[in-house]
């Protein structure tokens, strides 16, 4: 989680943002590339309420702007299961190609729990995340940390 965010300037000339997003879309959408719980993998926890609380939209507002986005636009994918957002070009207006992002996205993509999501953001992403790298792997890496520790 990074406390801070530049996003492109060409987010106000992409043809999709110009011709087919209103006021209330840019702004959402501002938010979505840039709150706090953002990363550079642009998947996210980010609950309805917390959306709620920081873009003062009321909840039936958030839920039509996910729908909108996600079955419209077609430009996120949300998960409310997990409470998970995948924003599907995060990278277009957000994104550094360094060593240091590609550990970063490669460590958030193990903390995505919705399989649904994983499965969208490997074929994006897979490059930079080795084969096998999920979640199970982590709790497989401190279980053995926590036996080896109770043995010492």
């Known amino acids: 989680m990074a406390n801070f965010r530049s996003?492109?300037?060409?987010?106000?000339?992409?043809?999709?943002?110009v011709d087919e997003f209103s006021k209330d879309d840019?702004?959402?959408y501002l938010y979505l590339l840039t709150n706090e719980k953002s990363n550079q993998l642009g998947c996210y926890e980010l609950s309805i309420k917390q959306i709620c609380r920081d873009t003062d939209f009321e909840k039936n507002e958030v839920e039509k702007l996910l729908d909108r986005?996600?079955?419209?636009?077609?430009?996120?994918?949300?998960?409310y299961?997990?409470?998970e957002i995948f924003i599907k070009n995060w990278h277009k207006y957000n994104w550094l190609n360094s060593e240091k992002t590609k550990k970063c996205i490669e460590k958030e993509f193990s903390?995505?729990?919705?399989?649904?999501?994983?499965?969208l953001i490997y074929p994006l992403?897979?490059?930079?995340?080795p084969h096998g790298s999920n979640k199970?792997?982590?709790?497989?890496?401190n279980k053995n940390?926590?036996?080896e520790n109770e043995k010492e």
Do not use: C, M, P, Q
């Open 7 to 17: 996003i492109k300037t060409i987010f106000w000339s992409d043809s999709k943002i």
């Open 111 to 119: 903390l995505v729990k919705s399989e649904k999501l994983r499965n």
């Open 81 to 83: 299961d997990t409470k």
């Open 136 to 141: 199970e792997k982590e709790k497989e890496k």
């Open 125 to 129: 992403y897979g490059a930079y995340i």
């Open 69 to 79: 986005f996600e079955n419209e636009l077609k430009i996120i994918y949300y998960d």
């Open 145 to 147: 940390k926590k036996n």
């Open 26 to 28: 840019r702004y959402f």
